[in-house]
């Protein structure tokens, strides 16, 4: 089974009853537990915990038998490094964008999917890198 490393923007529009995409990003994942092994990072971890009050609750809705959790490797941290500096010297605002070039550098090192709805950054920076995203 291939690996599909899941955006944090995914899982946040199912906690939070997105209006807008959460039927989207519901039905997608529903559809990829069937085919694919769902991976989280520590990253992703830590932006969809931000709406939880207890440590317990966050672990309860991304359980380990549904959302694999691994580590960030070293590989991925330099490749997010060279992309967030192309991206400065291109002109990006200063904003925190380090942990999306994390995320797809995550996924571009360990040969992942990546589920998204939010593919600018990680079209531009990691052609190579298969996107699921809405059309």
């Not at 069937?34 to 991304?62: G, H, K, T």
Request: with cysteine; aromatic share 12%; glycine share 6%.
């Amino acid at each position: 089974m291939a690996g599909v490393l899941v955006d944090s923007n995914v899982l946040l529009d199912i906690f939070l009853r997105d209006p807008r995409w959460g039927v989207w990003s519901r039905s997608t994942v529903a559809a990829l537990t069937n085919e694919s092994i769902l991976v989280i990072n520590p990253i992703i971890y830590a932006e969809v915990s931000v709406d939880f009050a207890r440590i317990e609750d966050v672990d309860e809705s991304l359980p380990t038998e549904l959302f694999r959790r691994e580590p960030l490797p070293y590989e991925a941290g330099f490749l997010a490094g060279k992309c967030h500096r192309d991206y400065r010297r291109r002109g990006g605002p200063r904003a925190s964008v380090l942990p999306d070039f994390y995320i797809g550098a995550h996924a571009a090192v360990r040969g992942y999917r990546l589920l998204t709805r939010n593919d600018s950054h990680y079209r531009t920076y990691f052609p190579t890198l298969e996107l699921i995203a809405p059309q």
